[in-house]
C-alpha cells in the first residue's frame, strides 16, 4: 500500500507585543539526568515563547493510501509553531517536586519574530518502546526534498544514527531504507533506557558531523533558516 501526502492548511494564528515568557518543564530522575531534563524543559520554554507570540497553528495533513484501485483518504490535525527566538533576554532554571517527582522547570524571556514554514515533516512508529538488540524501523513523509537525519541525545552528546536523502517529496519513505539497520542498545549496566531521538529535515544540503555538543547542534540549527527546516523529537525507551 502506497501513501502520498495530498494537502496542508494552516489556520488561526495571533500576535502579541514583544517580549513573551515562555516556560518549560520536565521530570528526571533514576533514568533521566537532570541535565537532559533541563535541555528539554528549555526547549519547551522557547516553544511556548513562540506559541505566545504566533498563536497556534493547526495544520491538517491529508493522507492518500492506495492498494491497487482502492484508495482511502486519512486526515491528521498536528499543532505546529512557526517562529524563531531572535534573543533570549533572561532566563531562570529552578528544581521542584511535581507529583512526587523531581522536575526541571525554565522560564525565559524572549523576543520573538514569526516565521512562515511550509514545510510537512511527519515520522511515525507503532510505540517508539523497543526491546534490547529489536531492528528500528521509522516511517516518514515530508513535503520537500532534502535529506532527513536522525540524532541520538545522550549525556549532552547528540550522535547521527543515520542520514538518508527525500527524492521524492509527499511520498512515504522508511527509515532505514538501504539495507542498514538501526539496532536498539542497552548500557552495560541498565536494564531500562530512556532515549531521546532528534528528526531533523534539512532542505538545503550541507554537511551533518557524527557528534555534536548541545551548543554545536544548536549552532548548526541556527545556521538553517527556519523555513529550510524542520525538528522533531521524540522521546524512546528501550527495555532489556
Request: aromatic share 8%.
Amino acid at each position: 500500500m502506497k501513501k502520498t501526502l495530498l494537502a496542508l492548511s494552516l489556520f488561526a494564528t495571533t500576535a502579541f507585543a514583544e517580549p513573551v515568557t515562555g516556560v518549560g518543564q520536565h521530570a528526571f530522575g533514576p533514568n533521566t539526568p537532570e541535565a537532559l531534563a533541563c535541555s528539554i524543559a528549555e526547549e519547551k520554554a522557547k516553544e511556548a515563547a513562540i506559541l505566545e507570540k504566533v498563536g497556534e497553528i493547526v495544520e491538517i495533513v491529508e493522507y492518500q493510501s492506495c492498494d491497487g484501485q482502492h484508495c482511502e483518504h486519512t486526515k491528521d490535525f498536528v499543532n505546529n509553531i512557526t517562529g524563531i527566538i531572535k534573543s533570549i533576554i533572561s532566563s531562570k532554571i529552578e528544581t521542584i517536586i511535581q507529583e512526587g517527582m523531581e522536575t526541571c522547570v525554565v522560564t525565559i524571556k524572549a523576543e520573538v519574530e514569526p516565521v512562515k514554514n511550509e514545510i510537512a515533516f511527519l515520522i511515525y512508529n507503532e510505540d517508539y518502546m523497543f526491546k534490547e538488540d529489536e531492528e528500528i524501523t521509522f516511517t516518514g513523509m515530508v513535503s520537500h526534498s532534502g535529506k532527513v537525519i536522525i540524532m541520538n541525545q545522550d549525556r549532552g552528546v547528540y550522535t547521527k544514527v543515520y542520514e538518508t536523502k527525500v527524492e521524492h517529496p509527499g511520498y512515504e519513505f522508511q527509515i532505514p531504507d538501504d539495507g542498514y539497520k538501526i539496532v536498539a542498545k542497552l548500557p552495560e549496566d541498565s536494564n531500562i533506557s530512556n532515549e531521546r531521538l532528534m528528526f531533523i529535515f534539512l532542505a538545503l544540503d550541507i554537511s551533518v558531523k557524527d557528534e555534536y555538543n548541545h551548543k554545536e547542534l544548536q549552532r548548526l540549527l541556527e545556521s538553517v533558516p527556519v523555513y529550510k527546516k524542520r525538528v522533531i523529537y521524540q522521546l524512546t525507551q528501550i527495555v532489556r
